[in-house]
């Protein structure tokens, strides 16, 4: 076993297991020591620590409308002028433009919700400007904390052009890991369905905040239409690379300096600005991008979430104490489980009213939990010695 730590001397440790052993053993709950995946041409395994997933065809996110955050999201409301997001317009960023269209029935995962639409997170990009400004939608994590780990969404792309839908990670503008999709990139007659995958670094800032000029941007065709269905979209950001997936299948791996090295938050946006060699547009017509899910497994680098986790993790080793990630799972969040420790989860699901109750301030049961906190760092603490 060995446990690799980033070179932060400003951070405390944020946590990536690789080639776990799985040895006998009893775990008191389900995960306690994580969620595990296999991934890369290599076949490494990893296993994070944290998880945040958000089950947007049963949660209301928006707070019906008013814009306020809940179960971790906060929808964003700020304007860019037409210089700054460097495009003919500007853009507004507006609260009215990220809804919940929930599903009332808590068993069907699809269908349509309350407002007519495919059930889930609506951004919607208007037609119509307001002055100089492209309306526009954007989410963003309330935690900015998101280290290493694999992020997935499902999404089900506009069909209308001239707009960028965006999952992505962000801590600033050469800190960046971006899945984007041009819609007026897409030729249903050809088959020609494009993502974009990008790297923003600093190789990006010296060339204009154009990645198309660097190594860090990669565009790769994908074998199915995204505007007729939900597909899961998915990176995994680790300390030396950041590997791309559609519906569980490897799309790239890119690595070199682009790479982030800090925490940072998770965001999905659907914008335009009119520029011709990107979004193009703006959309003729009110442009809808749907979000049914994020589902993110992470390390924290808040020192209670680590704390939380010395704390919750007795054993590594024991049987049920690891938990391995399902690939393209629509359905499944480990969060609606019943064994879960406390402390275990960031947010509740469609239920929780998303502050956090559930176990992100890190008080549940820490009392009975610190007595065995020194045999988790004794089952681990050979790894230190390789170091």
Not at 131 to 145: F, Y
Not at 330 to 342: I, K, M, Q, R, V
Not at 358 to 368: D, R, S
Request: contains cysteine; aromatic residues 12%; negative net charge.
């Amino acid at each position: 076993m060995r446990l690799l730590q980033p070179s932060h001397a400003s951070m405390a440790s944020c946590w990536i297991f690789a080639a776990l052993p799985f040895l006998f053993g009893a775990a008191t709950g389900d995960c306690e020591c994580g969620y595990s995946i296999t991934t890369g041409s290599d076949g490494t395994q990893y296993v994070f620590t944290d998880l945040h997933e958000t089950d947007f065809i049963h949660a209301d996110i928006t707070g019906n409308g008013e814009g306020e955050a809940r179960h971790g999201w906060a929808p964003q409301g700020y304007n860019i002028s037409s210089q700054a997001s460097r495009g003919p317009f500007g853009e507004s960023f507006a609260v009215q433009n990220v809804m919940s269209n929930v599903n009332k029935d808590p068993k069907e995962f699809g269908g349509r919700g309350t407002l007519g639409l495919d059930a889930g997170l609506l951004l919607v990009v208007r037609d119509v400007l307001q002055e100089d400004r492209v309306p526009v939608a954007e989410i963003s994590t309330t935690d900015l904390s998101y280290f290493y780990g694999t992020f997935r969404a499902g999404i089900k792309i506009t069909d209308i052009p001239g707009t960028c839908s965006a999952f992505f990670w962000y801590q600033n503008d050469t800190q960046e890991i971006d899945m984007e999709f041009l819609s007026a990139q897409f030729d249903k007659a050809k088959g020609i369905f494009p993502v974009n995958l990008v790297l923003q670094s600093k190789e990006a800032a010296a060339a204009g905040f154009d990645a198309a000029n660097t190594t860090g941007l990669r565009r790769v065709n994908l074998p199915f239409d995204p505007t007729t269905d939900f597909h899961e979209y998915r990176f995994d950001y680790l300390p030396d690379k950041v590997l791309f997936y559609a519906d569980g299948d490897l799309l790239s791996e890119m690595g070199g300096s682009g790479v982030p090295t800090t925490p940072g938050h998770v965001l999905l946006s659907h914008w335009s600005n009119g520029n011709p060699g990107w979004s193009q547009g703006p959309p003729t017509a009110d442009a809808v991008t749907t979000v049914s899910y994020v589902k993110a497994y992470f390390n924290s680098s808040l020192e209670q979430r680590q704390q939380d986790f010395a704390l919750r993790c007795k054993d590594p080793t024991a049987s049920g104490a690891l938990c391995a990630i399902p690939d393209h799972n629509t359905t499944f969040f480990f969060s609606n489980g019943d064994n879960l420790t406390p402390n275990q989860t960031t947010y509740g699901g469609a239920g929780d009213d998303g502050t956090g109750d559930g176990g992100g301030e890190g008080e549940n049961n820490a009392g009975a939990l610190v007595a065995q906190r020194w045999a988790f760092w004794f089952a681990i603490a050979v790894v230190y010695a390789t170091f």
